[in-house]
């Protein structure tokens, strides 16, 4: 059976730091080219990064130079290093395949707010 389990969210002031995991399951985890997304409130899901299953990686615009995605190929765990958030990054992030073609996590709650 195929699960995604984000955790790491939470309430974090402007210019702080998050650090996200997904924890994989049922899947051949070191082969698959993942990726981070994320939903706002209001807004449709967007793709944050994504990471290859040799360790390349590739960011969104708005969260280059801020955001580091990395994987445990033995823990079939992806990361998100989250730095300088800011308040816009506020939302509910998932981990996928780039694909997109696995079920759905919970997702995790970022909240950036003073």
């Known amino acids: 059976q195929v699960q995604l389990v984000e955790s790491g969210g939470g309430l974090v002031q402007p210019g702080g730091s998050l650090r996200l995991s997904c924890a994989a399951s049922?899947?051949?985890?070191?082969?698959?080219?993942m990726a981070w997304f994320r939903q706002a409130p209001g807004k449709q899901r967007e793709f944050v990064a994504h990471?290859?299953?040799?360790?390349?990686?590739n960011y969104a615009d708005s969260v280059k130079g801020r955001f580091t995605i990395s994987r445990d190929n033995v823990k079939n765990t992806l990361y998100l290093q989250m730095n300088s958030l800011k308040s816009e990054d506020t939302a509910v992030y998932y981990c996928?395949?780039?694909?997109?073609?696995?079920?759905w996590g919970q997702g995790t709650q970022v909240t950036v707010s003073s």
């Open positions: 996928n395949r780039v694909a997109q073609n696995l079920p």
């Open positions: 049922g899947i051949t985890f070191r082969f698959y080219m």
């Open positions: 990471i290859t299953s040799g360790g390349n990686t």
